[in-house]
T-cell receptor, first 108, second 115 residues
Framework: SQQGEEDPQALSIQEGENATMNCSYK?????LQWYRQNSGRGLVHLIL?????REKHSGRLRVTLDTSKKSSSLLITASRAADTASYFC????????FGTGTRLTVIP | DAGVIQSPRHEVTEMGQEVTLRCKPI?????LFWYRQTMMRGLELLIY????????DSGMPEDRFSAKMPNASFSTLKIQPSEPRDSAVYFC?????????????FGPGTRLTVL
């Protein structure tokens, strides 16, 4: 299966701290995407990084991609209580495969 | 733009009943996806359509599940007969199929409970 796996499964931090989530996958990809899911809601796209890119920024988000290690990381800087959600990586080859998610809790 | 619209938002039914979930994709999008999310199995792709044509239904669990997309603005996912193990949140997503930027936009989901 190409499904990505996020690590850790759950993460709890204080507001203002940085949160780092990792994603590993198994096969070659065209791009990798990160999504956020608030409780009871659908997934919302955060950022996309192409296979020929190594790093990308969007606001407080920083994504890295290491295709040699088949891994990616999502860094959220200066976390806020509103960042509390589940975060999924999704890898794109022919289809888009979602990982198992990291549950982030930001404590005010 | 209203985003992806799903109905109903919640459905409670008894085992053996037919369930129909509905989805209206974002106008102009040419791809539509049906997912199922459970605690045990995470987010699973059931089927997706491109230009109203089913492309990959390998994720459909069994013959009790069927999906249609009669036009670019409407799709249904039907379960007949329903079973308790079908209880899950079902998401519809749409995208403008483009290998370079194929962001998927998700609807709010339908929470299905089969008693």
């Amino acid at each position: 299966s190409q499904q990505g796996e996020e690590d850790p499964q759950a993460l709890s931090i204080q507001e203002g701290e940085n949160a780092t989530m990792n994603c590993s996958y198994k096969t070659s990809i065209n791009n990798l995407q990160w999504y956020r899911q608030n409780s009871g809601r659908g997934l919302v796209h955060l950022i996309l990084i192409r296979s020929n890119e190594r790093e990308k920024h969007s606001g407080r988000l920083r994504v890295t991609l290491d295709t040699s290690k088949k891994s990616s990381s999502l860094l959220i800087t200066a976390s806020r209580a509103a960042d509390t959600a589940s975060y999924f990586c999704a890898t794109r080859a022919n289809n888009l495969f979602f990982g198992t998610g990291t549950r982030l809790t930001v404590i005010p | 733009d209203a985003g992806v619209i799903q109905s109903p938002r919640h459905e409670v039914t008894e085992m053996g009943q037919e369930v129909t979930l509905r989805c209206k994709p974002i106008s102009g999008h040419n791809s539509l996806f049906w997912y199922r999310q459970t605690m045990m199995r995470g987010l699973e792709l059931l089927i997706y359509f491109n230009n109203n044509v089913p492309i990959d239904d390998s994720g459909m669990p069994e013959d009790r599940f069927s999906a249609k997309m009669p036009n670019a603005s409407f799709s249904t996912l039907k379960i007949q007969p329903s079973e308790p193990r079908d209880s899950a949140v079902y998401f519809c997503a749409s995208s403008l199929w483009d290998r370079a930027t194929d962001t998927q936009y998700f609807g709010p989901g339908t929470r299905l409970t089969v008693l």
